[in-house]
């Protein structure tokens, strides 16, 4: 990806938002949430998803815990959460159990990032910073590493660390 592209991803990542999206809790519904709020974390994650996704249903949970610890003394993390769910039942089933934010179900900005960030399939976890920088186009890869040659989850803080030092080189 070229220098030109990062800049129009960012733009589309953070300025679009700014303007054209407000945010819900996604266990009650009920809150509208500012992006600057969202914003007022160091680190942003957008997270496509859905109910019927069995890897997402995996997946979930480990990000769940990892928000919700790293969150715990000092908000470092905020995750949006972009349905990709088939009905407003199932949007309401699969976010009650989530820590973050959502998206509206069926805002028309989750089909124009999805569309703009080249989402082809599910779970999928941007990670930025708050000024916008692209931290991580795979998210959900950052979960593993491997010692001794062998595949393994990565801990909460050694994630958390490394989407806070890393930058991408393209």
Not at 49 to 60: I, L, V
Not at 63 to 86: G, M, P, W
Not at 98 to 113: N, S, T, V
């Amino acid at each position: 990806i070229n220098a030109e592209y990062m800049g129009y991803l960012r733009y589309t990542m953070v300025e679009k938002l700014d303007f054209e999206t407000k945010f819900i809790e996604c266990q009650d519904h009920k809150k509208d949430i500012s992006w600057s709020y969202i914003k007022e974390a160091p680190l942003v994650g957008i997270y496509f998803s859905a109910h019927w996704c069995p890897p997402c249903k995996k997946f979930t949970p480990m990000l769940a815990s990892l928000y919700t610890e790293v969150n715990k003394e000092k908000r470092q993390l905020e995750i949006v959460y972009c349905s990709n769910d088939h009905s407003l039942g199932m949007f309401a089933e699969y976010t009650k159990g989530m820590p973050w934010k959502a998206m509206p179900f069926q805002d028309p900005m989750i089909e124009r990032l999805s569309d703009k960030h080249d989402v082809k399939g599910i779970p999928r976890l941007i990670i930025f910073k708050n000024t916008g920088e692209i931290v991580s186009l795979d998210g959900r890869q950052d979960f593993y590493g491997t010692e001794k040659g062998k595949p393994v989850i990565l801990g909460n803080s050694a994630i958390l660390a490394k989407w806070m030092g890393k930058q991408l080189n393209f």
